[in-house]
């Protein structure tokens, strides 16, 4: 996921949990900014913050934007949606500790930041445990998904409102072109800060360094990473290309984008919001899912507009290579079964 690539000289943001004071103060400072949150001449009954750390041009803010428009005209008045991008409310993990904490309505994530609370829900971001965006949409709609849904809402009180695609990610670096799986041996790639894909760049024969998202250019401009992986559309919102030559074509983790909101304030709302609330998470999926692959391509010719190159290694080697990775996690988390499951549909 990406943000705003130059605010920061340190590479290494700690997680931390914000306090009702501190995200009112967050809240109220990004009133003032370019944020999607116009009010309507008549206060709205009730106000949903959403929060997001992409930019404003990816294509999952312009499908919260696509639900937010839905949403308030199916509410007639009674909603008002406010979009804060760019990680203006914080991290991932501080945003979903805000929306845990009572401070925030809902935000677009990935699975592995509700998997601190719901392990299995990380399945679906494991490496090569896709083929293809129709197997993706099969198990997301399917019982699978339905499973892992019930779960976030039985034990972290989170309602599922859509889970929006975004695509196959891809190693991008700086010196060297990725042909093969002996040329990942011993790379520093920027990893998010998550278990699923630091093993998974470990399994590849590579160095993973969790940095965060928006200090990442610094951190390829001083040589403490010499490549990350993630989608075209985040690198080069990010600017990514101008520290970056090559992209592979790798595919080695599908990151579902989950839009999820608290149960416990859905739970207060009036059923014509709550109804708004369904309806516009549907509709607002089916628009991202056929706007998604051509946006990810028009990033990818962008960036090789701009002088990178792109390659495309033999990728059964890189699957092959993760496959202890799955008994490693069955056995950790007990979803051996459902990593069968997910694999089979």
């Known amino acids: 996921m990406g943000a705003s690539p130059r605010k920061s ?25 370019p944020f999607m949150h116009l009010r309507p001449a008549q206060a709205a009954k009730y106000t949903m913050k959403v929060a997001h750390v992409l930019t404003e041009a990816d294509i999952i803010h312009r499908a919260t934007v696509k639900f937010k428009e839905i949403a308030e005209k199916k509410a007639g008045g009674d909603l008002e949606v406010q979009i804060y991008p760019t990680s203006a409310l914080g991290s991932l993990r501080v945003t979903w500790e805000s929306m845990q904490l009572g401070n925030l309505e809902g935000g677009n994530w990935d699975t592995v930041t509700p998997a601190m609370m719901v392990p299995q829900y990380a399945a679906t971001e494991l490496p090569f445990v896709f083929r293809d965006l129709d197997h993706v949409h099969r198990v997301f709609d399917g019982p699978i998904g339905q499973g892992l849904e019930k779960q976030l809402l039985d034990k972290a009180k989170v309602r599922t409102v859509a889970v929006y695609d975004t695509t196959f990610r891809k190693v991008f670096t700086k010196t060297k072109p990725i042909n093969s799986l002996a040329d990942m041996k011993g790379l520093k790639i920027r990893v998010p800060e998550a278990q699923n894909y630091v093993r998974c760049m470990q399994f590849l024969g590579a160095n993973p360094t969790p940095v965060a998202w928006g200090e990442l250019y610094t951190a390829l401009q001083m040589g403490v990473v010499e490549g990350f992986e993630n989608k075209c559309e985040a690198a080069f919102n990010a600017k990514l290309n101008e520290q970056t030559k090559y992209a592979a074509y790798t595919g080695h983790i599908f990151c579902p984008n989950p839009f999820l909101c608290s149960e416990r304030w859905f739970a207060k709302l ?40 792109f390659t495309s290694p033999d990728r059964a080697p890189f699957a092959k290579a993760v496959e202890p990775f799955y008994k490693e996690w069955g056995d950790k988390y007990g979803g051996t079964e459902l990593i069968v499951r997910i694999r089979e549909a």
């Open 9 to 33: 000289k340190s590479f290494a943001r700690p997680y931390s949990m914000v306090s009702r004071r501190q995200f009112l103060t967050l809240a109220g400072a990004a009133a003032t900014g």
């Open 270 to 309: 009036s059923p014509n919001v709550q109804q708004a609330i369904v309806e516009a998470g549907k509709e607002s999926l089916e628009w991202q899912r056929k706007e998604a692959p051509a946006s990810e391509k028009a990033f990818e010719q962008k960036l090789q507009a701009a002088g990178m190159t």
